[in-house]
């Protein structure tokens, strides 16, 4: 159907209705033959086919489903297969490759993604996703002690906001990439500065309303510099919506 509406909204969103049922005509094939398959390999076949759907329709809402699929698919994988702790050994090391996947999608949507609109939900989605993948690594990590296995997960934490540092402020301008930066860095700000107050001041309800003005103030400043940045931006054919 969706080739026959063509190249249209209606035409990306049928074909997209498509790919979205393939999941359930999976599941439901499953069970009526007794296939003994997991649930990781029903997202993994899912993907697959949310992948040909959304190379057939090019529509971005097809790639942001099959991605979540492949999350999902992962680690049910991880649980189910391995029995490992996603943040811990083995289970970490997979966890990062899959942040560095996230972060291959980022690239790959920014050379081959044509259309504007699209271009900018798939690498924020993305991006997002890579980050909040490897941050629990980083948060411990300040909070406590870095667990087994970590490294490659803070060392992907750290390549990803490196990247949208150097990428989005001045060769790619995009405010929505440094909104997602901004909010990591208060979150990792604010988790070494908790870890000073409660575990080598030994604060107790100073330290609680100490951590909730530094909160406050970065979300005061990073607000500050975006706006700024925004405005010195403002006309950048990239930023705007025109072609990058």
């Known amino acids: 159907a969706g080739g026959y509406l063509g190249d249209s909204l209606a035409g990306r969103a049928t074909t997209m209705l498509g790919g979205l049922l393939f999941g359930p005509l999976l599941a439901v094939y499953g069970q009526v033959y007794q296939t003994g398959a997991d649930a990781w390999e029903l997202f993994a076949w899912w993907?697959?086919?949310?992948?040909?759907?959304?190379?057939?329709s090019r529509f971005v809402g097809t790639g942001v489903v099959a991605l979540i699929c492949v999350h999902v698919a992962c680690f049910a994988w991880l649980d189910q297969e391995l029995g490992?702790?996603?943040f811990e050994g083995s289970g970490a090391t997979l966890v990062a490759v899959l942040a560095l996947v996230d972060l291959a999608v980022v690239t790959l949507s920014e050379l081959f993604m044509a259309e504007r609109a699209q271009r900018r939900i798939m690498t924020h989605l993305a991006a997002f996703f890579a980050l909040m993948l490897v941050l629990p690594f980083g948060v411990v990590s300040l909070a406590n002690v870095p667990p087994p296995g970590s490294g490659p997960g803070l060392a992907v934490l750290v390549l990803g906001l490196a990247g949208i540092w150097l990428v989005y402020r001045d060769r790619r301008p995009e405010i929505g990439?440094?909104?997602?930066?901004?909010?990591?860095v208060?979150?990792?700000?604010t988790t070494a500065f908790g870890r000073l107050l409660f575990d080598g001041l030994d604060a107790e309800l100073f330290g609680v309303a100490a951590l909730g003005v530094l909160v406050c103030a970065q979300v005061w400043m990073f607000t500050r510099w975006l706006l700024a940045w925004r405005r010195e931006h403002h006309g950048h054919p990239a930023e705007d919506g025109g072609p990058s």
């Not at 208060?186 to 700000?189: G, R």
């Open 47 to 56: 993907s697959l086919g949310l992948l040909a759907y959304g190379a057939l």
């Open 84 to 86: 490992a702790d996603p």
């Open 177 to 184: 990439m440094l909104a997602i930066f901004s909010m990591i």
């Open 186 to 189: 208060t979150i990792l700000i």
